[in-house]
C-alpha cells in the first residue's frame, strides 16, 4: 500500500524558515517524481514544486522560487522542501504527492502538514 | 503559465443526478488532465487522468472526456458520497496548475 507521511508543519514567524518531510512507501521510492501541493484555509488546491525521481530536475511555481527548495534522499524514501522567507501568504496546509508513472499527474497524496505563518 | 478555467464553481444537486463540470485550458494540452475530488479536511482524490482514464478503484459513474483545450467531468449519478470539491489539474507542463474547484451541494 501506498503512503506518504508528511511533518514538520508548525507555527513561525514571518521571515522564519521550516524543512517540510514526507516518509514514503510502500512503493519503489526512486523511480517516482514527486510534487508538494498546497492548500491555503479556505481556498484552492496549488501546485508548489516538483522533483524528478534522480532528485536531478527541479520546478518551482513562481510564488515560491528563490525562497523553497525541493529535495529527496532516495536512499531514505523521503522527499522535503525547504521553505525559508516565509509570508503570511504562505500559510497552508502542505501535501506531498506521488506523480504517476512517466506522467506529472499526482495520484497518491499524503494527509498535509500545516504551515501557519504568523507574528 | 496555462490558466485554467473551471465551471461553474458550485452547483446544487440531487441524489441521482447526472452531473457536469468543465474545465477549459488557455492553450492546448493534448489529454493531459486529471481529475480530483476533494471532501473537507482531507486530501485530494484521483479520479481520472489522461483526461478519460478512470484511476483503479474509481466508481464508472465517474467519466472524464475532452482533448486540447476543453474537458468534462461527468458523474452519471450523483451519490451521496459525492457531495464533494472537485478540481481539474493540467499535467502537460510546468508549473502544473489547477482550476479553482467546484463545490457539488446537496439540493
Known amino acids: 500500500e501506498v503512503q506518504l507521511v508528511e511533518s514538520g508543519g508548525g507555527l513561525v514567524q514571518p521571515g522564519g524558515s521550516l524543512r517540510l518531510s514526507c516518509a514514503a512507501s510502500?512503493?519503489?521510492?526512486?523511480?517516482?517524481?514527486m510534487s508538494w501541493v498546497r492548500q491555503a484555509p479556505g481556498e484552492g488546491l496549488e501546485w508548489v514544486s516538483a522533483?524528478?525521481?534522480?532528485?536531478?530536475?527541479?520546478y518551482y511555481a513562481d510564488s515560491v522560487k528563490g525562497r523553497f527548495t525541493i529535495s529527496r534522499d532516495n536512499s531514505k524514501n523521503t522527499l522535503y522542501l525547504q521553505v525559508n522567507s516565509l509570508r503570511a501568504e504562505d500559510t497552508a496546509v502542505y501535501y506531498c504527492?506521488?506523480?504517476?508513472?512517466?506522467?506529472?499527474?499526482?495520484?497518491?497524496w499524503g494527509q498535509g502538514t500545516l504551515v501557519t505563518v504568523s507574528s | 503559465a496555462i490558466q485554467m478555467t473551471q465551471s461553474p464553481s458550485s452547483l446544487s444537486a440531487s441524489v441521482g443526478d447526472r452531473v457536469t463540470i468543465t474545465c477549459r485550458a488557455s492553450?492546448?494540452?493534448?489529454?493531459?488532465l486529471g481529475w480530483y475530488q476533494q471532501n473537507p479536511g482531507k486530501a485530494p482524490k484521483l479520479l481520472i487522468y489522461?483526461?478519460?482514464s478512470l484511476q483503479s478503484g474509481v466508481p464508472s459513474r465517474f467519466s472524464g472526456s475532452g482533448s486540447g483545450t476543453d474537458f468534462t467531468l461527468t458523474i452519471s449519478s450523483l451519490q451521496p458520497e459525492d457531495f464533494a470539491t472537485y478540481y481539474c489539474?493540467?499535467?502537460?507542463?510546468?508549473?502544473?496548475?489547477f482550476g479553482q474547484g467546484t463545490k457539488v451541494e446537496i439540493k
Open positions: 489522461s483526461a478519460s
Open positions: 510502500g512503493f519503489t521510492f526512486s523511480s517516482y517524481a
Open positions: 504527492a506521488r506523480e504517476r508513472w512517466l506522467q506529472s499527474t499526482p495520484d497518491y
Open positions: 492553450q492546448g494540452i493534448r489529454n493531459d
Open positions: 522533483i524528478s525521481s534522480s532528485g536531478g530536475v527541479t
Open positions: 489539474l493540467q499535467d502537460y507542463n510546468y508549473p502544473l496548475t
